[in-house]
């Protein structure tokens, strides 16, 4: 069963990118490092509600 999902900046907030998880392999939020297009660099992107 998948889920979809927003990742937004560590540093800014700005929400980027939007994937699929599966929810029964992983309850965790997912965190990857991502290029963020305000910052203008790779910056950790994590998982919002």
């Known amino acids: ?4 999902i927003t990742l937004a900046c560590t540093s800014c907030s ?15 939020r997912l965190e990857v490092q991502k290029y963020c297009k305000v910052c203008g660099k790779h ?7």
């Open 1 to 4: 069963m998948s889920k979809k």
């Open 43 to 49: 910056t950790l992107h994590r998982e919002t509600k």
């Open 14 to 28: 700005s929400r980027n990118y939007s994937t699929n998880k599966n929810v029964s392999i992983q309850s965790t």
